[in-house]
């Protein structure tokens, strides 16, 4: 019966044969149900999560969605972030979004970001710019290297969202 419910087990991925046994990190406990997932997926969770830490993230605006989804990037294991924001934390962000407190109004979000992400993960380095870009070239120097460039930039930001959009296209990135 141990030997049927071992094969069970091991059929389901929730069990494999180690060379050496090593307890899980702290991170391969947070990330179990990740792992699970790639799993179940049939994919392997090792190489995903690999790729995932060697990925580099530039996330351009901190606003609601930016400063979500840098979170978000921090706790799914992504290796790197570059963050792009000028902008200070102001009232309405401590109302729109749960990454910034009334306590953080006045100081940039791009630091209050960074201190979200290394309090998520501490894992996940995180690089800021608070210089807004003024030339496709200056762009293609924030997102060179990237494996993704995300855009959270506000509507009034669209001379910067064209910027982007056509770095991106140049460079290929997604």
Known sequence: DLAAGLRLL????????????????????????????????????????????????????????????????????????????SSLVGGADTYLSNAFSHEDAGQLRAEVVAQRVAAKNPEVSVTIHTQIPESDDEVLALVNGSDFVINCLDAGESSLIYKLNRVCLQAGIK
């Not at 991925?13 to 990740?34: C, G, I, N, W």
């Not at 605006?61 to 978000?72: E, R």
């Open 10 to 85: 091991a059929e389901h991925h929730l069990l494999t044969d180690s060379d050496e046994p090593r307890p899980p990190s702290k991170s391969t406990e947070l990330l179990a149900p990740q792992l699970n997932f790639f799993y179940e997926m049939n994919a392997n969770p090792e190489l995903v999560r690999s790729h995932l830490l060697s990925a580099t993230v530039t996330l351009f605006g901190l606003g609601n969605a930016g400063a979500s989804t840098a979170i978000a990037l921090a706790a799914a294991g992504v290796g790197h972030l570059r963050c792009v924001d």
